[in-house]
């Protein structure tokens, strides 16, 4: 496309494709932070009088997208397979910090629809992962739509930088002093960044989950705001007074506070609007239980349902909805770690620790979510298939509640034994 000119990213960057891409996750970060459509609604004229409106900004969306990745990711992941190979992908995950990696790629993934990790060694050779900001990332597919690069770019007090990440190495450039120049080139043995999306039909990137609720929560905000205005102007009350009043002094002076007298068949009254409570009621509900069912948030997570007395697969039934957005984030994160694994497992091969092939194969993850459980009924369902040899004790480590290192558990398991 660039007939392989030198700067052929400059171009790649201000594709009108990637720029709107860009603005649209700068409006997702800027409604994030409380900038909502609701607080652009103009003042408006009401008994001759400049009133501003009310502006009730609710932050639903940040408590549903927290729910969505808390789901999945508040207990960290447990790696299982062939001890070697477990004990030092631990370790990695240890000096790395992969468990908060993990937690911040689902946030981004669904707040943006997709991140991009980057594997690398540090100074020590210890083997980290750096997130780069969707706002700043520009991967770049081929006409097989294959992905060949990725371009970081920002901008610092007026400078343009230029992060260059190609499958052998990663070149910076910038265009401090007014020219456009290389500043250093490293090597790259990890490889490309990692790309982790979610599902989306157009296009080789994901969508925000974001968008989907956006317009819902729009209008709860609009319908709030105006039935609080309804509220104050139009329930207040315009005072009438029918008939003739009587002049003079018609109540004691001496009394406390004060009143009107009207004459023989005459009458006083404030005519007022009436506040139909009913269908604001039953459209905010419907709103609010629309809002659940797209995010996929069990009602009783929201505090909108009360319930008591759960069996556990009443618990399942509830937060089904819930179960199957964390499946398809849990498949999304899948996709991405693995290659990650193939990266770490290539940079341990370098420092002189590899794997044959059927260790490695054994590698595998498990996500834990965080419904609510009857722990009591699991442990009690685990000790009868024991009893019956009906599963391993493998299996019964991995599915045990109160169980997080599931390699660990066993180790410890064949200690006491022995």
């Known amino acids: 496309m660039y007939d392989n ?35 652009q609604k103009p003042s408006y004229n009401y008994n001759g009088q400049v009133y501003e409106p009310r502006k009730i900004v609710l932050q639903y969306a940040k408590t549903i997208l ?13 790696l299982t ?47 980290k992962s ?21 371009i970081e770019h920002y901008c610092v007090d007026n400078v343009s930088y230029y992060n260059l990440y190609l499958p052998d190495r990663v070149e910076e450039w910038n265009d401090k002093g007014g020219n456009l120049r290389m500043t250093g080139s490293s090597n790259n043995p990890a490889g490309l960044p990692i790309l982790y999306h979610n599902q989306c ?17 729009d209008n709860m905000e609009d319908l709030l705001s105006k039935a609080v205005d309804g509220y104050y102007h139009h329930i207040s009350g315009i005072p009438v007074l029918k008939g003739q009043q009587l002049k003079g002094d018609g109540l004691p002076k001496d009394i406390i506070g004060g009143g009107i007298v009207l004459d023989d068949n005459a009458d006083f009254f404030f005519a007022n609007n009436e506040f139909d409570h009913q269908a604001f009621e039953t459209l905010y509900k419907t709103l609010t239980s629309s ?16 319930v008591s007395n759960l069996s556990e697969v009443s618990i399942r039934l509830l937060f089904s909805l819930a179960d199957t957005k964390g499946a398809l984030n849990s498949k999304f994160l899948r996709e991405g770690m693995e290659q990650r694994f ?25 996500f834990q979510f965080a419904r609510p459980s009857n722990d009591k009924e699991i442990v009690d369902n685990l000790k009868v298939l024991k ?32």
Request: net charge negative; proline share 3%; charged share 30%.
């Open 5 to 39: 000119k030198d700067k052929w990213f400059v171009e790649e960057v201000n594709r009108v494709s990637n720029q709107q891409r860009i603005n649209e996750i700068l409006d997702i970060k800027e409604y994030l932070s409380g900038k909502h459509e609701i607080l």
């Open 66 to 78: 927290n729910f969505s990745v808390g789901y999945v990711m508040s207990n960290p992941v447990t």
């Open 81 to 127: 397979g062939d001890k070697a190979v477990t004990d030092a992908f631990k370790c990695v995950y240890k000096r790395g910090k992969y468990n908060q990696i993990d937690y911040d790629v689902l946030d981004k993934m669904t707040k943006y629809g997709y991140v991009a990790e980057y594997v690398y060694l540090d100074d020590k050779q210890e083997i």
């Open 130 to 150: 750096k997130l780069l900001d969707p706002a700043d990332c520009f991967p770049v597919f081929d006409h097989h739509n294959e992905y060949t690069a990725l």
């Open 201 to 217: 039909e157009i296009g080789n990137l994901g969508r925000s989950d974001l968008l989907d609720i956006l317009p819902i929560l």
């Open 291 to 306: 809002l659940l069912d797209i995010a996929h948030v069990p009602a009783i997570s929201m505090s909108k349902t009360d």
């Open 342 to 366: 193939e990266k770490i497992r290539e940079l341990l091969r370098g420092k002189g620790l590899a794997f044959s092939d059927d260790e490695y194969d054994t590698l595998g993850i498990v």
């Open 387 to 418: 009893e019956i040899d009906g599963m391993s004790l493998e299996s019964i480590v991995e599915r045990n509640p109160y169980v997080t290192d599931v390699q660990g558990e066993l180790t410890r398991i064949q200690s006491e034994n022995r």
